[in-house]
């Protein structure tokens, strides 16, 4: 498979190289140039088939000529020691829970896999470091897939605030590979600051930079084979039409099952399940996008106004956008019927949604009887109750039973270094840390 920029058809590349430079030139984001048509390799697959095997046999076919059947096999060893659990809860609708891995959100998925296959990508000769923003979940996130990875160094930025859940003994100073720097700014800081210096070529180049966030391409590409895990699951008791919906804030989930749908999976619609924010709910149904005041709401994670993806998904709507209004449906939902439904499917189902998973379970309620009455509903879940267990407390009265995995996660931890949002001292912290750096 090779990748263009979403400004340009002209330059094709690699997964190596969009993976290891991550960005375009040009400014762009990275997409598949072309994607085939994997039917005949899943559609066989049964619900006896595991998410191990599962990407073992897409992966190499996603990226022929790069990974082989045996450097696939490695890839997928490395990364996963946990898997998606699919829980139909009636005929109307299923959960697809994406928050089995290390750190207890769906991220993990996609994180794990970048970070094995990018080891095995400069296995022989090569570095790399990666450069990252962080909030909330993601940083650990890194932390996890990336500690120990040969020839790796992970750079986390985190904005003005409460760094936690990283463990000590994995920063460089310790003899790890982890260097966590905070920011004197906001997480767009962080953001902007990774792209820029991803942009300074010529130090980029010298420290191998490249970056976990969803601007990686080998990050959200990966996403997409949770969404055939969960179709080979569930095929065999769908009647009517099988839909998909996504929570979405920035985006990047969504378009992975765009990707899973491209590569023929058989399904009917996405919902692209948004809170008050609604950030691509016009521009979805043809309007002109335009940004506006961010609402602070129940479900942070959701809370954007400008999504990272934006050019991801208007590449998709450039190149058919007929279809796409067809395919994916916008719903918005507030923090009332958030919580409402918190509730109800608590004592409907005996299951326990954090508010992001409410949301698109009732995005979910919301559209299907206007799109297909009998069909059936795959709600992600993407992150654990245990990371919402105060508002799930105030609105189902259940105490959330924190995983030992996930205890950590609490712990206050100190950055490396406390910078100011420019660049020189960005990179002056990095050269400073990654030359102390064992690997």
């Known amino acids: 498979m090779q990748f263009r920029s979403t400004r340009s058809h002209d330059t094709l590349v690699s997964f190596k190289e969009a993976v290891l430079h991550c960005l375009p030139p040009d400014g762009g984001l990275y997409v598949p140039a072309s994607v085939m048509d994997m039917r005949r390799f899943f559609l066989y697959m049964d619900s006896d088939t595991n998410y191990p095997e599962l990407v073992s046999t897409i992966a190499p076919l996603l990226l022929q000529g790069e990974l082989n059947p045996y450097s696939a096999a490695r890839v997928t060893e490395s990364a996963f020691d946990f898997e998606p659990e699919l829980q139909q809860l009636d005929e109307r609708f299923s959960i697809l829970t994406l928050y089995n891995g290390p750190t207890g959100i769906f991220k993990d998925f996609g994180i794990a896999f970048l970070a094995a296959v990018l080891e095995e990508l400069i296995k022989n000769n090569g570095r790399a470091m990666v450069l990252s923003a962080s909030r909330g979940d993601t940083g650990p996130s890194m932390a996890a897939a990336f500690k120990n990875r040969q020839g790796i160094t992970s750079v986390i930025l985190y904005p003005s605030g409460p760094i936690r859940g990283l463990d000590p003994d994995t920063f460089v100073p310790n003899g790890g590979n982890i260097i966590p720097i905070q920011i004197r700014g906001t997480f767009d800081d962080c953001q902007r600051l990774v792209c820029e210096t991803i942009n300074d070529r010529p130090f980029a180049e010298r420290y191998g930079v490249t970056s976990a966030n969803a601007i990686n391409i080998g990050r959200l590409l990966p996403q ?216």
């Not at 490396?416 to 690997?439: T, W, Y």
Request: proline residues 6%; hydrophobic residues 45%; aromatic residues 10%.
């Open 224 to 439: 997409a084979l949770y969404y055939l895990y969960a179709f080979i699951k569930i095929k065999k008791i769908l009647n009517g039409d099988l839909i998909f919906s996504v929570p979405s804030g920035n985006f990047g989930n969504l378009i992975a099952g765009l990707y899973a749908w491209k590569f023929g999976m058989p399904v009917n619609g996405f919902i692209a399940a948004m809170n008050a924010n609604n950030a691509f709910g016009d521009y979805i149904q043809g309007k002109t996008f335009l940004p506006h005041s961010l609402i602070n709401t129940t479900s942070p994670a959701l809370d954007v106004t400008m999504p990272s993806n934006y050019e991801r998904l208007a590449s998709f709507y450039e190149e058919a956008p007929a279809i796409m209004r067809n395919i994916v449906y916008p719903a918005s939902v507030g923090d009332a019927v958030t919580r409402r439904v918190m509730e109800q499917v608590w004592k409907k189902y005996n299951v326990l949604l954090n508010p992001h998973n409410a949301v698109a379970f009732a995005a979910a309620e919301q559209l299907l009887p206007s799109l297909d009455p009998s069909g059936h509903v795959v709600v992600l879940a993407t992150g654990h109750p245990a990371k919402e267990s105060r508002i799930i407390k105030e609105t189902t009265g259940q105490e959330v039973e924190i995983p030992r995995r996930l205890s950590m996660l609490h712990n206050k931890t100190d950055p490396i270094a406390l910078i100011d949002p420019q660049l020189d001292a960005v990179e002056g912290a990095i050269a400073g840390g990654f030359a102390s750096c064992s690997v």
